[in-house]
């Protein structure tokens, strides 16, 4: 297995310090506090951790202060209940004593019942796509050095964007974007694994599509955005190492916020998870002095 996956399953597998306390490392990935889905996914493992026989079908959590990429978290989770077919489970993650996010995921025994679905875009497939990471790389004179490593290093997942991607110009383009993702090796069968590298990848890409009718670039330093809470519904099961579309869009931003809402589709077009967020999305007047103190997960 290519070792930057290795490291990420490792990541999401925590050591149980009590019966319902986990412990988790951190990683500094380039962006200027934890990274936003690695907390949700550990959260995630957490609870699993005290759940047989039940698959999570949904999470819904809250970031409260940005993460300290030099010191491990703290995961305690309270089991709220069990009952015959459905478990549900909170999850506070800690970090210097204070919180930094609060869970809470559901879990299910498996079974079978009416289904729907909406149906996948009609947008190219990945083949033929660049990867974004390379993409990043051919235009490194338009990328501020801060940003170069998070765009540029070798991460646990292919990204190849339908829409082609912007780091130079401003354009007001219209609020959704198609992304392929898929792991960068084969993964074990394990359904669990699965669904907490889904969840992990769900923190990318998501709340950049609010960004979009506005002309706003992360590379200008002109726009100050942190994830606020985060939610995912899955509705299937899922394999992180076949392509999967991740279909995002925005409806709305009002009162410096942002909110984006994904679907997740694999190339037959089953739709297997859906996620929202909404997230702080301020923009930066020229000279204006940034605020010292930020949430959680600055994009």
């Known amino acids: 297995m ?50 047989e026989g039940r698959v999570a079908h949904s999470l819904h959590a809250y970031f409260l202060r940005r993460g300290d990429v030099s010191a491990p978290i703290i995961y305690e989770v309270d089991r709220s209940r069990d009952g015959g077919s459905f478990s549900n489970r909170r999850v506070v993650a800690i970090q210097h004593g204070r919180p930094i996010l609060n869970l809470a995921a559901s879990f299910q025994v498996p079974e079978r019942g009416l289904e729907h679905q909406a149906a996948m875009p009609d947008v190219p497939g990945p083949e033929g796509l660049k990867d974004a990471r390379d993409v990043a790389k051919d235009m490194q004179k338009h990328i501020p050095s801060k940003m170069r490593r998070y765009l540029t290093d070798k991460r646990p997942f292919e990204f190849r964007h339908v829409e082609p991607m912007n780091f130079e110009t401003p354009q007001k383009l219209p609020p959704y974007k198609h992304v392929w993702i898929r792991a960068v090796d084969r993964l074990p069968d394990s359904p669990v694994l699965h669904q907490n590298l889904l969840t992990y990848v769900s923190d990318y890409e998501l709340l950049g599509a609010a960004t979009l009718p506005h002309g706003l670039l992360f590379t200008r330093g002109t726009v100050l955005m942190a994830s606020l809470d985060h939610a995912l519904w899955f509705h299937s099961d899922v394999r992180m190492d076949d392509w999967l579309l991740y279909a995002a869009d925005s409806p709305a931003a009002s009162g410096a916020r942002g909110f984006a809402r994904g679907q997740f589709f694999t190339e037959d077009g089953r739709l297997v998870a859906s996620t929202a967020q909404e997230g702080l999305m301020r923009v930066i007047e020229a000279g204006a002095v940034k605020p010292r103190s930020r949430p959680v997960d600055q994009k």
């Open 2 to 51: 290519h070792p930057v996956l290795k490291d990420l399953i490792g990541l999401l597998g925590l050591e149980r310090i009590e019966d319902n306390i986990f412990r988790g490392a951190s990683r500094d990935i380039g962006s200027p506090q934890v990274f936003g889905g690695q907390v949700i996914g550990q959260a995630l493992s957490a609870a699993q951790n005290t759940v």
